[in-house]
Every structure is written in C-alpha cells, then in structure tokens.
C-alpha cells in the first residue's frame, strides 16, 4: 500500500542505533510508569513495550536516588532509553552520563540559558540527542502572556525561540514535540512547525488524551490526520491506561496509512440481518490470535456471500461465512468448507502455513 503522501525530508537523528527523521520509518515509543529506582519492574516494563512494538522507550529520572537504577536500565534495555527530565539540569547531565541516548527536556522549565547550555553540552560530549518538548501548559510566561497569538502560534514560538538557541550553540540532534490536548490545536501546530522548521525532525503526540477509548480516538484523529500529510518522524499515543496498551494504537495508526506495518491486517464485517453465523466472537477471536502473529498479510473474516467472495480476492487468507460454516480462501481461490465451530482453527492454521 501506497503511503498518502511523502514524508517531509527532514534531518536524520540517531538515537542509540534508531534513526530518527530523514528516511527512516516513522518511529514508535512509549514510556514508562514504574517507579525509576524499581529497576527489576522498569526493565520488566521496557521490555514489555519492546515486545508490543516500541523501538524506543522513555524512563523519567523523577531525582538523583534513581540515577544508579537508571544506568543499569539504559545497560540492559533491549531499546534505546530516553530520559524524561525536568527543572533539574544536573539530572539531565547524570542521564547522558548513565547512558541515556537522547534526553527529553522542556527547556523552558530547566531554568536559565546557562542550566540549558551545560545540558547540550553534555549530550554532546556523549552523543545524545535531545528532544525539545514544548507544552500548552509549560510555555514560556512572556509567550503565554501574549493576547496577539493563539495557542498554536504561541507552541510556534516557543519552538522556534529552543530550536534557534540549540542550534546556535552548535547542537543539531534535535527531535521537537509541541503538544495540547486540544485536537485541532495538534493539527495547526504541527502544520506550522514542518512549515517553520522543515529541518527539524518531529516527535508526534495528543498530550494528556484521555483513556483508552478516548485516547485512541483522538489520537489516531490527530496524529492520522499529521501523518497523512507527510507531517512526523516518531510518535506516542498517549494513554490513561498500561502503557502497553499505547504501541499497538500507534502502529494501527502507520498500518491503515500504508506507512509501517508490523503484523496482520485484519478485516471483518460489522454484521447485519444476513448474517448466519455468531461471527462477533469469532472476529474478537482472531484478532487476539493474530496478535502474536507478525506476517504483513491481510486477513478477511466475513459474515455473508454479499462482500465476502470480493474480500477474499484481496485478502490473503479469508472465511466468508454461510449457514452454520464458511468457506476458506486463500489468495482469492476457494480451499474448503469449514463448520462454524471450526472456524478459527482452521482460519489460523492456514496463516501459519503461510
């Protein structure tokens, strides 16, 4: 499948051994919620992330009691691990020191330029990158201050002002976010920032989205609707939820853009008065099997003869179902009957043999 549009060339930045921007795939990343000095349920949380499809992840450094664990997190981990840091410049320092290989700042809350200068300066000397992240609900107070602008022209600023100074001070490997919780607020502002900093690599997020219902949706709203445009390098989905619960949005957000896919598509019908068979469990069933599953095929589960056939042409595997059974396709070719309580089985045996 053919991606809406071309992404947005921007500069390539390295996070540990994950290229960020540029040609690289659009990266997916979550963070953490364990207590940091917890390194045993942090790791155990990285690695989870990894195995739900993170190529990075992100561990806050809440103080310094936490900077031994962390350094054997960022040893350990499986991914490349950034560091959330906040108000505490010296923290930021210890995190490039203790391995992280790109920081996460809002260097408007880090205190003055001098504080944010040693902070590049150290992940420079070590190779780090930094991903600059503007808030609706930190900006600057003489940026917010301002009646003239809206919100999304105030995030502009606030970017532009980071970026320049970063930029001036010779530090190129930056990542920039600036995030609301306001959908349309998302869209404006990112619009604007790949006009203004087409350069920059852009990290993509709805802050503060909600749960997973709500979360989901306007995240694959905001974020489907940037990442259509060719707008973003790297995202979150951010949820009110177990983390784990955040990469497998994100990456059905990239599969049904045609940007990245990971594992199977699948398509099932919504059901109607035609159906002859109970085919909302066995749907639910084969998505949850299809979880452990990483083959990029398409996978059809459909509840009648009306678009069942014409499904299963696309489809690599497919069951259209009838009275009671269903018949089995496999790249459009009719395979078998199958009864309806062997449906999925079968359905899953043949993927496998793919």
Known sequence: MEQ??????????????????????VVVQSMTCTPTSDTKATLAQVRALADAGCDI???????????????????????????????????????????????????????????VDAVIDAAG??????????????????????????????????????????????????????????????????????????????????????????????????????????????????LTADPVEEPPVAWGILECLGIRRRGPELVSCPTCGRTQVNLIPIAQEVERRLQNVTKPISVAVMGCVVNGPGEASDADVCVACGRGSALLFRHGEVIRKIDEDHIVDELMREIESL
């Not at 959908?183 to 852009?202: K, W």
């Open 125 to 238: 000397e070590r190779g780090a990158a930094i991903r600059i992240g503007v808030n609706a609900g930190s900006l600057e107070q003489d940026i917010a201050e301002r009646d003239d602008l809206t919100l999304p022209q105030k995030l502009v600023a606030s970017s532009l002002r980071f970026v320049d100074h970063f930029e001036q001070r010779g530090f190129r490997d930056i990542v920039l976010s600036a995030k609301a919780h306001s959908v349309p607020t998302t869209i404006d502002t990112y619009r604007a920032l790949s006009r203004e900093l087409p350069d920059i690599p852009l990290h993509l997020g709805v802050t503060e989205a909600g749960t997973v219902r709500q979360g989901t949706i306007k995240s694959s709203v905001g974020l489907g609707v940037l990442l259509a445009e060719g707008i973003g390098n790297t995202l979150r989905v951010s």
């Open 4 to 25: 809406v549009a071309p992404r947005t060339l921007t500069r390539k930045v390295h996070v540990g051994d994950v290229a960020i921007g540029g040609d690289a795939p």
């Open 57 to 115: 992840v992100r561990v806050t450094l809440p103080d310094k009691n936490a900077i031994d664990s962390f350094a054997r997190i960022c040893a350990l981990s499986p991914v490349p691990i950034v560091a959330d840091i906040h108000f505490d410049y010296r923290l930021a320092i210890a995190a490039v020191r203790a391995g992280a290989a790109k920081l996460r700042i809002n260097p408007g809350n880090i205190g003055s330029w001098e504080r």
